[in-house]
């Protein structure tokens, strides 16, 4: 279903689907993630954590971070102006 959303992917799906590698499958994950055309689901059960690191995983991988997302645009109450807020660049 990911290779719909990559080009480069599809090509080698239709040509050697066994040639299609794990970071290739998850480069391809994130991107269609970013870009909002897809929306990556996985299973896992608090009982006895089975699932939860890779939910984390998940998180990590195909998640934008706040750096790779625009600046969050809002309006000032007390003067009507329009602000904009950017994720700061430290860590």
Known sequence: AVAESDEVLMEKYFE?????TTSEI???IRHATLSMSITPMLCGSAFK??????SLD????????????EATK??????ENELSR???DTR
């Open 74 to 79: 809002g309006t000032d109450e007390s003067e």
């Open 26 to 28: 998850e480069s391809a």
């Open 58 to 69: 998940a998180v990590v991988d195909f998640l934008p971070s706040p750096l790779d997302i």
């Open 86 to 88: 950017k994720p700061p």
């Open 49 to 54: 954590n089975k699932g939860v690191q890779r």
């Open 16 to 20: 050697d689907p066994s040639s299609i």
